[in-house]
């Protein structure tokens, strides 16, 4: 269930209460003396003979049996008499059962119980309770737990990955109560100086400062958004009225400023720890958005050379989760650069390395929208024809694969499916749905959608990045036509007001990515 064994857990737990059970069982033998009236069992020392039973059978590896004794125990009427330390016991036995038995949920409850009790609060227990709430996707949970656990025992944050965390906080969604949760989750990663193992952490700290705000808590909200450092970060605060009271006159926001330090420090951080490839990684993101992609397909030449022949495991430790990711970059350098040709096959190439271990998702989807943008509808659906699990947004992007490729090839029953698909779901993606409007020839229905997410506190930001003016860059002929739609739809007053009335609208000269 977790790095930490709530097997052992349970019997270190429950060591006490075999201690209190064997001097019982000493009582009681004395009681019945010879001539005697015999003992009648209290209900609590019923109740303590099952728990017994339990651990007895959890020893025999009789994990069913096991967990019927302590529901038993815990449902039965002397439970309440028995002393604080072998109810946590008990507790932490069907817990641990629970969860070897595949009831996560039950399991849940019992760690939350078990949490919420002064004298069991370890950092076992809030571990367990994290994970199974993990397991059930329960991020509401999730971020209240890493909350805790953050000024408790911040050696365990330290040990979470930023991946993790990432997707508790996408987890989360959009609402009020979310933001309470969101608010928490940030305030203790704030307190404990996290960082992100793998990426820039300036998102949190933007979205935190934006709370803030919100509770009126300026003085707080600058000392915050010190710490944003990404380019792209800083912009979509600039371009966002909201954030006035930070970036106003705040040499921290100064866009070009910021891109040079990145690259600096990105630079700096690969070349320190030459056995990372996430940071590699990092490098040629930044050269990528600071359109240097000479000096990116360069960088991305030597890493396959040094990879050659079966030596990336030996060469980086982080080989196998990160290594696809050099190859998507170097997709895009080489799209920059104009050359097309090699960029698909390099995008092949990447969609056959393995994601965390598992088949490949992001490259797939990512080379079925590059044949989309090709016009190779044909090929787009083969390249994600064969695909594995993905997030509610990752299906988002499979599906507007689909619908590009669709409309390529008039299939219309196939658009009208895949439109109804990404309709319900928009909310999981909603820059990819107003692609999908466009693509699908709507464009009335997309510029007002762009004027709902602009009026929107929490679509806001996005949607006004999306409408800002990046580098001239080389695209593939499709994308180039969807991008001069856009363009269109920006430029309508209706649309340029909507954008104005709650943002503003600049020109910088970075890379676009996706946009």
Request: with cysteine; proline share 3%.
């Amino acid at each position: 269930m977790s790095q930490i064994s709530s097997t052992s857990l349970s019997m270190t737990l429950a060591t006490g209460f075999l201690l209190a059970l064997s001097i019982a069982g000493r009582v009681n033998a004395e009681a019945e003396l010879p001539g005697e009236s015999r003992h009648v069992a209290t209900p609590a020392e019923l109740t303590r003979k099952t728990i017994s039973a339990g651990f007895d059978l959890e020893k025999q590896s009789r994990i069913a049996d096991a967990e019927k004794a302590f529901d038993q125990a815990i449902r039965s009427g002397g439970f309440a008499q028995l002393p604080v330390p072998e109810r946590n016991a008990a507790l932490v036995g069907e817990a641990d059962t629970a969860d070897e038995l595949g009831d996560h949920a039950r399991s849940h409850v019992l760690w939350t119980q078990l949490s919420e009790t002064p004298s069991a609060s370890t950092r076992d227990v809030w571990h367990n309770r994290l994970a199974t709430a993990y397991g059930l996707k329960d991020f509401v949970d999730s971020a209240h737990c890493v909350a805790t656990i953050a000024p408790r025992w911040p050696e365990e944050l330290r040990q979470m990955p930023g991946s993790f965390i990432r997707e508790i906080r996408a987890g989360l969604g959009d609402s009020d109560e979310a933001d309470r949760y969101r608010f928490e989750l940030y305030d203790a990663l704030y307190r404990a100086s996290w960082k992100d193992d793998t990426v820039d952490a300036s998102s949190f700290w933007r979205d935190f400062s934006r709370l803030l705000l919100a509770r009126h808590d300026v003085a707080k909200a600058k000392q915050v958004a010190a710490g944003i450092t990404s380019p792209r970060i800083a912009l979509s605060m600039l371009v966002d009225l909201r954030f006035d009271a930070i970036t106003s006159g705040n040499p921290v926001f100064d866009v070009e400023k910021l891109e040079a330090a990145a690259l600096e420090r990105a630079r700096l951080e690969a070349a320190t720890h030459p056995e990372k490839l996430a940071l590699r990684v990092e490098l040629l993101s930044t050269l990528l958005d600071s359109m240097r992609y000479e000096e990116a397909l360069k960088l991305a030449d030597g890493i396959v050379a040094t990879v050659g022949e079966g030596k990336g495991p030996r060469a980086f430790v982080d080989f196998d989760s990160h290594y696809n990711w050099i190859l998507d970059d170097r997709e895009r350098a080489l799209i920059r650069l104009g050359r097309v040709d090699d960029a698909v096959v390099e995008l092949e190439r990447a969609a056959h390395q393995s994601e965390q271990g598992d088949a490949n998702v992001s490259q797939a989807i990512n080379l079925g929208d590059l044949y989309d943008q090709l016009g190779r509808p044909h090929d787009a659906l083969a390249a994600v024809s064969r695909i594995g699990r993905m997030s509610p947004y990752g299906l988002m992007q499979l599906e507007c694969v689909r619908l590009w490729a669709a409309i390529q090839l008039h299939d219309s029953e196939a658009i009208d499916r895949h439109m109804a698909y990404m309709r319900a779901h928009r909310a999981d993606a909603m820059n990819t749905w107003d692609d999908a409007l466009v693509l699908d020839g709507q464009e009335e229905e997309a510029a007002s959608d762009l004027i709902t997410r602009l009026r929107d506190d929490r679509s806001r930001t996005a949607a006004l990045v999306s409408m800002q003016t990046y580098g001239d860059v080389r695209r593939p002929p499709l994308e180039a036509m969807l991008v001069d739609k856009w363009r269109r739809i920006h430029a309508r007053p209706d649309v340029r007001e909507a954008a104005l009335r709650v943002g503003r609208l600049v020109s910088v000269r970075i890379d676009p990515g996706d946009i």
